[in-house]
T-cell receptor, first 110, second 113 residues
């Protein structure tokens, strides 16, 4: 069973922030939230992960609610190259099984 | 050079044929994975290996087998290919640390006629 729920698709204007939501209401205390993206049938690419605190790296920011039941991936200045399917994945810290749902198809438009 | 390579990149085969997909990595990671992706769907885990002597079934292992020949090599075999195994296959690697950052290969597009 899928542990996460994401919108099927979203649009974003180039240069604007893209905010991708994810619900994970059954997340356990030791499970991380991971975000990956897949650009047009290429291999998925890791973006960011977090446990409780908000995280930021060179690609994106991850905002996790205090109850950890949802999170938002933020691409601060979306470009056309950010058009991809974005997967939100919840996984325990034992490694191994990433369960990919159907993700959110983000289209960045000029 | 790519850290995770897959061969072949494209393959067309016939029903009943045995086929092997190969994955090599230069990242020095202990953990390796095989996924398949069907059109419009997310990836599904076939097999994974946490070290050379470790093999584990994923959610869709029926009809597949794997071999971990070395730390850097992990092969996926279809003993008798069938048309519904037509898919995009990805290999991935990760380190043995607490975080599951996986690095994916470019994929193999397999068509079974």
């Amino acid at each position: 069973d899928a542990k996460t729920t994401q919108p099927t698709s979203m649009d974003c204007a180039e240069g604007r922030a893209a905010n991708l939501p994810c619900n994970h209401s059954t997340i356990s205390g030791n499970e991380y939230v991971y975000w990956y993206r897949q650009i047009h049938s290429q291999g998925p690419q890791y973006i960011i992960h977090g446990l409780k605190n908000n995280e930021t790296n060179e690609m994106a920011s991850l905002i996790i609610t205090e109850d950890r039941k949802s999170s938002t991936l933020i691409l601060p200045h979306a470009t056309l190259r950010d058009t991809a399917v974005y997967y939100c994945i919840v996984e325990g810290n034992q490694g191994g099984k990433l369960i990919f749902g159907q993700g959110t198809e983000l289209s960045v438009k000029p | 050079d790519a850290d995770v390579t897959q061969t072949p990149r494209n393959r067309i085969t016939k029903t009943g044929k045995r086929i092997m997909l190969e994955c090599s990595q230069t990242k020095g990671h202990d953990r390796m994975y095989w996924y398949r992706q069907d059109p419009g769907l997310g990836l599904r885990l076939i097999y994974y290996s946490f070290d050379v002597k470790d093999i584990n079934k994923g959610e869709i292992s029926d009809g597949y087998s794997v071999s971990r020949q070395a730390q850097a090599k992990f092969s996926l075999s279809l003993e008798s290919a069938i048309p519904n195994q037509t898919a995009l296959y990805f290999c991935a690697t990760s380190s043995a640390g607490p975080y599951n950052e996986q690095f994916f290969g470019p994929g193999t597009r397999l068509t079974v006629l």
